[in-house]
C-alpha cells in the first residue's frame, strides 16, 4: 500500500487512525484482497478530515448478489471455466437461459 504519495498527491497529513476504523480493517475479510484494501485506504485518505483516518462501517459491507456466471458455484476462477469450455468444444449458447 502506497499511503505517502497518496497523502501528498491528496494534500493530507494522515497522523491517526480511529480506533473503529481499525477494529474494521482488522475485523473484515477482505475478499477483493490488496487491491480492495488500496481502493478503500485511498477512499479513506481522500474523505478523511483532519489528520485521523476514518473508514465508514459501509464501505466494508458485503453485498448479497446473484452470481452473474456460476463460477462462484463451480468454486473455480472464471478464466478456469472459459478454459474449459473452449478446450472441449462446448457452445455456451446451448445453455443459455432464454
Given at each position: ?87 472441449l ?5 446451448a445453455?443459455?437461459?432464454?
Amino acid at each position: 500500500m502506497h499511503c505517502r504519495p497518496l497523502r501528498q498527491q491528496a494534500g493530507k497529513t494522515i497522523r491517526n487512525i480511529e480506533k473503529q476504523t481499525l477494529q474494521r480493517l482488522k475485523a473484515y475479510d477482505w475478499p477483493g484482497n490488496v487491491r480492495e484494501l488500496q481502493n478503500v485506504s485511498e477512499r479513506a485518505v481522500v474523505l478523511s478530515e483532519g489528520e485521523t483516518l476514518v473508514i465508514d462501517e459501509s464501505w466494508l459491507a458485503r453485498k448479497q448478489r446473484k452470481p452473474s456466471n456460476g463460477t462462484a458455484v463451480l468454486g473455480i476462477p472464471r478464466q478456469t471455466l472459459e478454459w474449459k469450455i473452449r478446450n472441449l468444444n462446448i457452445d455456451k449458447l446451448a445453455f443459455r437461459e432464454r
